[in-house]
């Protein structure tokens, strides 16, 4: 979104949203890319430019007309947003118009990952009836792959048919676990992510040191970089990292949430298989890491984390499973005395 001095929320929001404003045509869009890259952003930021009500010929969204301060106060009659109440804190967006959402927030239940049917039946609803203001309706789903079926369904049909003058923006990174006629239905989006000198400058601004070290960390995807460092990644300790899990360091991921954990050690053996395969690695520097040649070990290891991953959602004692998953790391990383099946003494006497 746009505030008041006119500035996009990110910098490489500018090309995005003007190839979305020359290229949209119908009433649904499909905005899908990685994650961590400014979706949500995006799917905002267009929504306020269809809203503003600025001048002509100057910037969309304008920042400082009246439907423009109405989006910016949340208050904007003729737009809605979904996502789902995990998320309204993470984004800074409470869903007070919602009644669903809304009679659950006194409950102690944990906040709901999904959009729930009776949100998108508020949705429907809502494009049903006249615009407030003269620029018609909006209606934001973000994630739009956590609508259940029930949810997607009965987003389905005003999709099919659309009702009066409402645009509807799906914001997405797994379009595949969309319903295919969900799909079909929108005009596709795609982002790429933005070039890594772009977002390294980007998240410098935000107060990261060494950031294109955490940005190749995180994929290449700013937004995700830069919440990884606010749970406490640094680029120090991301370059030590396969030196201290070839050691067994636990004490290195003390205190890690588990999902972060798993996928750090992923991105690990992913590294480690490329430099032993003489290629590029994608997310250390590849003076940090080990070889490792015995690809029966880096396969079974492989094979470990994603079992892993599976579970991180719900472990039962994470520190305990960080712990599991530095040893399995440690045996992998493991250096070879001599060609031949994996063996544990050598591994637990070895040192990076
Ligand atoms: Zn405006």
């Not at 119908?26 to 990685?34: K, M, Q, R, S, V």
């Not at 959009?115 to 739009?144: M, S």
């Not at 003390?254 to 590294?271: E, F, I, M, S, T």
């Amino acid at each position: 979104m746009v505030g008041g001095d006119g500035k996009l929320p990110l910098p490489w929001l500018e090309s995005w949203l003007g190839e979305a404003l020359r290229t949209q045509r119908g009433h649904a869009l499909l905005i899908h890319g990685p994650q961590g890259i400014g979706q949500w952003q995006l799917s905002l930021t267009l929504a306020q430019a269809w809203l503003c009500e600025g001048g002509q010929g100057g910037p969309r969204p304008c920042g400082h007309c009246a439907a423009c301060r109405m989006v910016q106060a949340r208050s904007h009659p003729d737009l809605l947003v979904l996502i789902p109440e995990a998320l309204q804190a993470p984004l800074g967006w409470t869903l007070a118009d919602t009644e669903g959402e809304v009679a659950e927030a006194g409950s102690k239940k944990q906040p709901s990952k999904e959009i729930k049917v009776e949100a998108v039946r508020a949705a429907v609803a809502f494009a049903q009836t006249t615009a407030a203001r003269e620029a018609g309706k909006v209606v934001v789903l973000h994630p739009a792959e956590r609508m259940n079926g029930i949810s997607a369904n009965a987003l389905l049909k005003t999709l099919e048919e659309p009702a009066g003058t409402a645009r509807f923006i799906l914001s997405c990174s797994a379009p595949e676990a969309l319903l295919p006629t969900i799909r079909s239905r929108c005009q596709a989006f795609a982002l790429k992510p933005p070039t890594a000198d772009l977002a390294a400058e980007w998240l410098a601004g935000q107060g990261v040191a060494q950031p294109a070290i955490v940005l190749a960390a995180a994929g290449g995807q700013p937004l995700d970089a830069l919440d990884w460092v606010r749970e406490g990644l640094d680029a120090k300790l991301w370059q030590q990292l396969p030196a201290l899990m070839q050691r067994g360091d636990a004490a290195a991921l003390a205190g890690w949430a588990l999902p972060r954990a798993v996928d750090a050690l992923q991105k690990l053996c992913h590294d480690v298989a490329c430099v032993s395969a003489g290629a590029a690695p994608r997310f250390f520097p590849a003076a940090a890491l080990p070889a490792q040649p015995d690809v029966r070990r880096l396969l079974a290891w492989s094979r470990e984390l994603a079992r892993a991953a599976r579970q991180a959602e719900h472990p039962l004692n994470a520190g305990l499973a960080i712990e599991a998953l530095v040893t399995q790391a440690q045996r992998a990383l493991a250096a070879n005395a001599a060609p031949g099946p994996a063996r544990r003494a050598l591994s637990v006497h070895s040192a990076a």
